[in-house]
């Protein structure tokens, strides 16, 4: 049982607290209540605009509010936004609790450079969240952020197309957003430590 | 006729109260003068505010046209292009030894020692050595002036007490212009004309008293002053070859025949009038190249290259106290035009090992088109450095000032490798327009980006904006989005303003929803009714 390769479930993941979502039902099925901090989190969609920012949005507050209690620094971090897709409207961000003076927009020109500024910035220590838009994430790229996040103690958010579900990745958590005319629905495709589940009619 | 008009009034008054025609031999009335300089010293610009006994120092370097383009040991000569003939202008001891004269033809010069080995005068390399001398000479006086193609005066009255006196700073500064190579003649005058005219007759001059100062330059050949050859020879038609012959012609015909420009000078290099001088100043730009004798294309190497050159940099801003925010790197090559790669810090800094940490990001990705023969670095404009105060840390965490150190670090690393218009901060603008009411900022200008802390009154905005509108085709007066017709489920809100500044809007803001679910904020415009734009996605 010591050896590090065997999987130990929910005992080795669950130690870690997770930051609340602030949707309790998705909370419920995280393990550690909340988003899992220090790892990437992958989010899968069809298409951008049908929440998956408004998803992230009470978490992001928070860690650019606060100061975050692992954390030995008396400011709260920066946030980093990798080749956003489009503009992320900074009145809109206020209305819902980011702190401007510390948002940094990042658009690289080529897939390369952009895996490279979001390892930067999630192991430089000074950003609390990286979301970033990869133009494509192999398992290696995913590992590579991972690393980092873990180094930096980070949290980062890939953006990726529905069609990488299928593909390996390193990601602590994978979420695949469907939207209907009823609702977006949230699809939890890997969850370390938890289970793979569906919550209808989240957002 | 400019630089008449630019002289002191004073100067024309000093000329024009001559005694008419009874004066011969005494032009310079010996009471006059003691009261007028008095009057005149505040004239002066330079160098000391009270008017103390002022010292010049003249350096001379009668070879420096040889020295500073000297290229080898062999025998060397100068050559210049005289209509159409290249002459000697002038030529080192070896060359000289074997008959070669200055005004000779090239080919004379090399038929005379074959072995010569003839340099085109460079007038840039001469003013680069110049300046080189003169930025050393900075540290024995405040006050360098950089007065003609070869000569550099030093005010040193205020020197000789740190120095250890004339002797010893005469000595020192004679040391260390011949350890740079460089020729010198040198002499002391209470006025830099007369240092200048000393120096130039070669005579190891040292003058304290301005009493002391009429003889010695009476006994100077007119040769010293470097005077047009034309009003040499007129002059010496007339007999007259020496300053004091010079001195002795009636002021008022010396004017008439010469024009006052003469007269003016020898009043002031006997200290009658005064004689403001610019201060040179080093300049506060670094600029530095490293040339290679062969074309290099190892990485490593160029790499240590400029590394060199950014420690001479570190060096130059240490001495001022100064830090850039912008450092450029040209690479040339024999034939494709130089590469450039320049550097950008957020804050004013100056140490080698920071640049070299940016430079590295960069210098991996640069395409070289060919083998690099010559490395240049340029700095930016330097600033004073921004010091930091730590505060006392008793608590074992680090300040609050580490971190933000550090996020402009990350942003550094950022934009050395993918450019500063790609890495930016944003801040709110009061404004209504949706598309004025932010701004992104460069992170180098201002780092520290600022947020205005009013609480959002309106109604809410979408997370993601389109860059510009996009426009959506309608159905029968609903708008249509990717072939589904959209539901307006909020709205609308009028914005109607900036009428003041020629893009006003008039528009009607809703939320729509889509078939998928997805909302967005769609607008039309009041005064053309038909038309609706998408401008952004709730996300």
């Given amino acids: 049982m010591e050896n590090p390769r065997v999987w130990r479930g929910r005992d080795q993941a669950g130690q870690k607290a997770g930051l609340a979502s602030g949707y309790p039902e998705l909370d419920r099925h995280l393990p550690g209540g909340g988003w899992p901090s220090a790892s990437l989190t992958e989010i899968l969609t069809t298409q951008y605009g049908i929440g998956e920012l408004r998803l992230l949005m009470p978490a992001l507050s928070v860690l650019s509010r606060e100061t975050p209690p692992q954390q030995d620094f008396s400011e709260p971090g920066w946030i980093a936004w990798v080749a956003p897709p489009f503009q992320p409207y900074p009145p809109a961000l206020q209305q819902r609790g980011i702190d401007l003076s510390r948002m940094l927009i990042v658009r690289p020109k080529n897939a390369g450079e952009i895996l490279w500024s979001a390892e930067q910035a999630l192991s430089s220590g000074t950003c609390a969240a990286v979301l970033l838009w990869p133009e494509m994430l192999d398992d290696q790229g995913s590992r590579r952020l991972q690393l980092a996040a873990e180094k930096g103690h980070s949290w980062a958010i890939a953006f990726r197309p529905l069609a990488a579900r299928h593909e390996p990745s390193a990601a602590a958590l994978r979420l695949e957003l469907h939207s209907s005319a009823q609702g977006t629905r949230v699809h939890i495709l890997k969850s370390r430590g938890g289970h793979p589940t569906v919550i209808n009619k989240l957002l | ?172 500064i004679a040391r260390g212009v011949r350890e740079l190579g460089f020729t010198a003649s040198l002499s002391i005058a209470p006025t830099p004309l007369a240092a200048t005219w000393l120096a130039r007759s070669g005579r190891r001059a040292c003058i304290r008293d301005e009493a002391n100062l009429a003889p010695a330059l009476r006994r100077l050949p007119l040769a010293c002053l470097h005077w047009p050859a034309g009003l040499c020879e007129a002059l010496a038609g007339m007999g007259v070859t020496t300053v004091g012959d010079c001195l002795r012609l009636p002021r008022e015909g010396f004017t008439r025949r010469f024009g006052t420009e003469y007269l003016l000078a020898l009043d002031r290099a006997l200290g009658h009038l005064p004689d403001p001088r610019d201060s040179w100043r080093a300049p506060e730009r670094f600029c530095a190249d490293y040339e290679m004798t062969e074309e290099q294309s190892n990485r490593e190497l160029l790499l240590n290259i400029c590394r060199e050159l950014l420690l001479s940099h570190e060096q130059f801003l240490l001495a001022r106290q100064l830090g850039t925010q912008r450092v450029c790197f040209s690479f040339f090559h024999l034939k494709a035009p130089a590469t450039e790669l320049r550097l950008g810090c957020a804050r004013a800094e100056r140490s080698a090992e920071r640049w070299l940490e940016l430079l590295g990001i960069r210098f991996e990705q640069l395409i070289l088109p060919e083998a690099v023969i010559a490395v240049r670095l340029r700095s930016g404009i330097a600033q004073p450095l921004q010091a930091k105060t730590d505060s006392l840390n008793f608590h074992g965490k680090p300040a609050a000032q580490q971190r933000r150190f550090s996020i402009t670090q990350l942003a550094e690393r950022l934009i050395a490798r993918i450019g500063a218009q790609s890495v930016q901060a944003t801040s709110m603008v009061a404004e209504h327009r949706p598309h004025y009411a932010w701004r992104s900022q460069s992170l180098l200008a201002d780092w520290s980006g600022t947020s205005l802390d009013t609480p959002a009154q309106y109604v809410q905005r979408p997370l993601w904006m389109l860059p510009e509108p996009a426009l959506l085709p309608s159905d029968s007066g609903y708008p249509v989005h990717q072939g589904c017709r959209l539901r307006l489920i909020n709205g609308p809100e009028r914005l109607e303003t900036g009428w003041w500044d020629e893009d006003g809007i008039s528009r009607d803001y809703y939320t729509a929803i889509n078939a998928d679910g997805r909302h967005l904020w769609v607008f039309r415009n009041r005064n053309r009714a038909s038309s609706w734009y998408l401008h952004g996605y709730f996300g």
């Avoid at chain 2, 011969?24 to 505040?42: H, K, T």
């Avoid at chain 2, 010049?56 to 040889?66: A, V, Y």
């Avoid at chain 2, 300046?131 to 540290?139: H, I, K, M, P, V």
Wanted: with cysteine; net charge neutral; charged share 20%.
């Fill in chain 2, 1 to 172: 006729m400019k630089s008449r008009a630019c002289k002191p009034p004073v100067l024309v008054r000093g000329a024009a109260p001559t005694p008419p025609a009874v004066q011969q031999d005494l032009p310079f009335p010996q009471a006059e003068p003691s009261a007028r300089a008095g009057e005149q010293r505040s004239y002066r610009r330079a160098p000391a505010a009270t008017p103390v006994e002022r010292l010049w120092f003249c350096i001379w370097l009668p070879h420096l046209p040889l020295e500073a383009n000297r290229s080898s040991e062999a025998a060397t000569a100068i050559v210049e292009e005289q209509h159409g003939i290249h002459r000697i202008l002038l030529a080192d001891a070896e060359a000289t030894a074997a008959g070669v004269m200055s005004g000779q033809a090239a080919n004379a010069a090399l038929a005379l020692l074959p072995t010569l080995l003839l340099e085109e005068r460079s007038l840039l390399g001469e003013q680069q050595a110049l300046e080189g001398l003169a930025t050393w000479l900075e540290r024995f006086s405040s006050f360098v002036c950089i007065a003609d193609r070869d000569v550099l005066l030093l005010e040193i009255a205020g020197s000789l007490r740190l120095f250890g006196g004339l002797q010893e700073l005469r000595k020192k």
